[in-house]
């Protein structure tokens, strides 16, 4: 079906047409003509964010926790360059979303005309795949094909830059009906040949490991339940890198919980101790290697991935199969019919594993004067399980024990910014998620500094009627930077503490939410349910201890083998060699 | 646990200078704006080396370019950055000529020597000896133009520097496979 149209109107009836419900997006000059368009129709909710990176975080929450891809409308100059923060985080973490920016006329680029800036090139290293478009006949094909980009393969942000000329031009539309691009075919079956080798290694395996990543869930549902069925079917042990927590469930019996830097004991022991790895959907990240010459030096390693560049990356691996990991998975388990894992041995093995996991490795020293953090993840968690809770986080030391203290069932349930690490993530990724599960609990699970860093949302949350829990572990420091200081920096503390911090409670009643603190370990319970209760955005000011340190740890620099486990951290200076500080 | 010896990444290995391999990469892609860019940006992005690039149309009608990259790096990097390549969306197909062997390829390069007397006429002697072509001649000087394997152009260019090279401009090398299939 063909029909003549603006640029504009044809942006606006693309979205449509590709089933987007929701927008985020912040208007100006060089996008007015397609904010026009857009006010002349109620299919598509626009969310008028209060700085353009929450509009990318907001998207990246909201592809996340839903599978569909997040959008989001800028406009040129500053509006594209705020974006950029949030196109590296989805680059890095494989998220789905499609940014459209404003351009100036295409008669004034290059001119440095106001409010421009090369934002394709700008981009380009930022993004999976990016589009200048130049004349109104490129318009509807390029739309389409981005949708198609950005959800094909391994997922990842697509910026469509449209000048503001073009979205005035009339022109021909084109629906979504087999618009693809024309070269761009990910392999998604894998090669059987590889498959039969893989099953042969599998069944011979007498101490195997599944380590899983981001992948899985990027896949859709149908990949978390095969993979639940191949651990079932096959009885190994089953860990998972921060990315991929609820693909397995946390209360399943294979579980060993995340590895990695913060992972469990008994996760990075049988990772260093196992003699067949299977990565499935995971990149072998330095956060989840450590010391790659000492990485599980006596497995065998097979790795399934949808990027060909993934493989044999960082990590040598013997077989390396690419394809999607919902179809592999599928592979997998029919070709491991018939088959069964060698039993005595996998016994041996988990009580191996039984050894290493009696070690406790996430426990801590609680108190009764003040209120641990993982104290406080483990109440929240308690008080918030079994009613398909989502939870974002920021980045820091919060982060790492809401993987390690709060309990993942499902998929698309944790959004948190793992490859890029971006303070900040939170609180706009919990409006995204809010916006794709309106009756849903959505809690941000924060610190004092991060939460900081787009704060400007709330007012976002506010104007919407988004009732998101702001989680904030309180304490007074940035948390992360403070350990590291004390594990590298002798304890000097520059410029880590977080001074002349606002009052949370009144910043959330300026704000027009609901703000709660809490200091006392014994009343935390009721002020979690109060924030639970609240039906409107919360703040909640959890005061922690300032001194904890997030353990278990493996060091920079270290082997799986070679973890910090608590109780161990009086002496961590020691710990750490000169080549181990160089690391980040 | 000793650790037995296991490769590094292509990154750590990179720095120890071992086992450089010198590959020829033809890469096949869109003709469109930016393509170029993309190439280039991933090369400096992820601190790999570009010895050599040529890029041309190739295809009107279909709007393919084919640039021809030398690279340099261990054989895990050179691996990596075939799959980086290929992992572009305007990308079509990548083809290591080296890894795969029987290749021909072939530079064009243009040498201007400025001299008199013997220097003159040692220089046309040493130019009919490579097959190089008088492209431009004054009373003191002449261009070159050469083709031919890297190889023979860079030793082309040592005989001439004590002869009174003044400058050099090569194209980078052009190469495809051997025989009737396509690259």
């Given at each position: 079906m063909t029909k003549l149209m603006s640029g504009?109107?044809?942006?606006?009836?693309?979205?449509?047409?590709?089933g987007v419900t929701t927008l985020f997006g912040y208007p100006g000059g060089a996008v007015l003509p397609i904010y026009d368009a857009l006010f002349h129709q109620d299919r598509i909710k626009h969310i008028l964010v209060r700085h353009e990176q929450g509009a990318a975080h907001a998207a990246e929450g909201y592809a996340r926790s839903s599978g569909k891809?997040?959008?989001?409308?800028v406009t040129s100059g500053p509006g594209a360059t705020n974006t950029i923060t949030g196109l590296t985080d989805a680059l890095m973490d494989s998220v789905p979303v499609v940014c459209i920016t404003g351009q100036v006329p295409t008669h004034l680029i290059g001119s440095d005309a106001f409010q421009e800036c090369d934002t394709v090139g700008i981009t380009r290293h930022c993004t999976k795949h990016n589009y200048l478009v130049r004349q109104i006949e490129d318009l509807p094909r390029i739309l389409h094909e981005a949708f198609y980009v950005a959800q094909h393969g391994r997922p990842g942000p697509v910026v469509i830059d449209i000048p503001k000329d073009v979205q005035f031009a009339i022109g021909t539309y084109i629906g979504p009906e087999n618009i693809e691009h024309k070269t761009y075919r990910p392999r998604l079956d894998a090669d059987p040949a590889l498959i039969k080798r893989a099953v042969d290694m599998m069944a011979a395996a007498k101490r195997p490991v599944v380590y899983t990543g981001g992948g899985i869930i990027n896949s859709g549902l149908e990949a978390s339940r095969l993979l639940r069925e191949l651990i079932e079917l096959t009885g190994f042990p089953i860990s998972s890198t921060l990315m991929g927590l609820g693909a397995y469930p946390a209360s399943g019996k294979g579980w060993l919980g995340m590895l990695g830097m913060h992972g469990t004991y008994e996760a990075n022991n049988a990772m260093h101790d196992c003699d067949l790895m299977i990565a499935i959907g995971a990149r072998f990240d330095d956060r989840i290697t450590g010391r790659l010459d000492a990485f599980s030096p006596g497995s065998r390693k097979i790795h399934i991935d949808i990027d060909p560049s993934s493989i044999n990356k960082n990590v040598k691996v013997d077989i390396g199969i690419v394809g999607d990991c919902a179809h592999v998975l599928r592979q997998l388990i029919e070709a491991w019919q018939g088959r069964t894992a060698d039993a005595p041995a996998?016994?041996?093995?988990?009580?191996?594993?039984?050894?290493?996991?009696?070690?406790?490795?996430l426990s801590f020293r609680n108190s009764k004067e003040v209120i641990k953090p993982q104290y406080a993840i483990q109440r929240l968690y308690e008080l918030t399980k079994g009613r398909g809770t989502y939870i974002t986080t920021e980045v820091g030391q919060h982060q790492m024990w809401a993987a390690q203290h709060y309990h993942f069932e499902e998929p698309n349930r944790l959004m948190t910014s793992g490859g890029l690490g971006t303070m900040g993530?939170?609180?706009?990724?919990?409006?995204?998620?809010?916006?794709?599960?309106?009756?849903?609990?959505?809690?941000?699970?924060?610190?004092?500094?991060s939460i900081l860093m787009c704060i400007q949302e709330l007012s976002t949350a506010m104007q919407y009627d988004l009732p998101v829990k702001i989680f904030v572990l309180n304490n007074e420091y940035m948390g992360m930077v403070r350990q590291w200081q004390e594990l590298l920096h002798d304890g000097r503390y520059s410029h880590s503490y977080s001074a002349a911090l606002p009052d949370f409670v009144k910043l959330a009643e300026a704000f027009g939410a609901h703000g709660i603190r809490c200091t006392d370990p014994s009343l935390l319970d009721e002020a979690i349910i109060e924030m639970i209760e609240t039906p409107k955005p919360v703040v909640f000011d959890c005061v922690v201890d300032q001194t904890e340190n997030c353990l278990p740890m493996i060091p920079s620099g270290k082997a799986h083998n070679e973890m910090i486990l608590p109780g161990d951290d009086e002496e961590l200076e020691a710990i750490i060699d000169s080549s181990g500080k160089m690391l980040v | 646990m000793n650790a037995p010896a296991i490769p590094l990444s292509p990154y750590s290995s990179a720095l120890g200078k071992s086992n450089i391999e010198i590959h020829t990469l033809s890469v096949l892609v869109d003709n469109e704006p930016g393509v170029l860019a993309r190439v280039v940006g991933l090369f400096s992005g992820r601190g790999y080396n570009i010895e050599s690039l040529t890029v041309a149309e190739v295809a009107h009608a279909e709007h393919l370019s084919r640039i021809t990259i030398v690279t340099s790096g261990p054989p895990e990097a050179i691996e990596q950055i075939s799959h980086q390549l290929e992992r572009l969306v305007p990308v079509h197909k990548v083809t290591d000529l080296t890894l795969r062997g029987n290749a021909v390829e072939r530079e064009l390069a243009m040498v201007k020597v400025a001299g008199s007397g013997q220097n003159r006429e040692e220089a046309l002697r040493l130019a009919e000896a490579f097959r190089a072509r008088v492209i431009d001649a004054s009373i003191e000087s002449f261009v070159f133009e050469l083709t031919g394997a890297v190889g023979k152009i860079d030793q082309f260019i040592e005989l001439m520097r004590p002869i009174g090279l003044v400058e050099v401009s090569r194209t980078g090398v052009a190469a495809m496979s051997r025989g009737p299939e396509p690259t």
């Open positions: 504009a109107e044809m942006v606006v009836r693309a979205l449509q047409d590709q891809p997040g959008v989001l409308l996998l016994a041996r093995w988990w009580a191996q594993i039984g050894r290493w996991r009696a070690r406790k490795s993530y939170g609180l706009p990724a919990a409006i995204g998620v809010q916006l794709a599960h309106p009756e849903s609990l959505v809690i941000d699970i924060a610190g004092e500094a | -």
